[in-house]
């Protein structure tokens, strides 16, 4: 039984140097466990659209789905602060970019060992 080795370009939080950054500066993709990827505004619609905004495009990058464990949504409808919190609970894998590289490994027909 051989084990393979697979190299990932990651950045100090832990996913790929290339993975698609949420665009607004309050969203943010979080530490482990899970990988919550953070979009807050004070608009749900607006929330919501940057995250499938952001999703389409990770998934054009890893090109096959993005693996979402689960979606949680925290609000604050204090009268003058009101906020949404959306995050989405990624598989850390997918975030690091690990299909991604194995499919081009395999298309290549280089294996590490």
Not at 33 to 56: C, G, K
Request: charged fraction near 30%; charge should be negative; aromatic fraction near 6%.
């Amino acid at each position: 039984m051989s084990e393979e080795t697979i190299q990932l370009e990651l950045n100090d939080s832990g996913v790929a140097v290339d993975l698609p950054m949420p665009a607004n500066q309050r969203d943010k993709v979080q530490d482990v466990p899970y990988r919550p990827v953070e979009f807050r505004d004070d608009d749900l619609p607006s929330a919501l659209e940057r995250a499938a905004t952001w999703l389409r495009q990770t998934q054009d990058w890893l090109g096959e789905a993005v693996d979402v464990i689960a979606v949680h949504l925290d609000y604050d409808d204090t009268k003058g602060s009101p906020y949404y919190n959306l995050k989405l609970l990624c598989n850390e894998e997918d975030l690091a970019g690990a299909p991604k590289v194995v499919r081009e490994r395999d298309s290549s027909g280089t294996t590490d060992q």
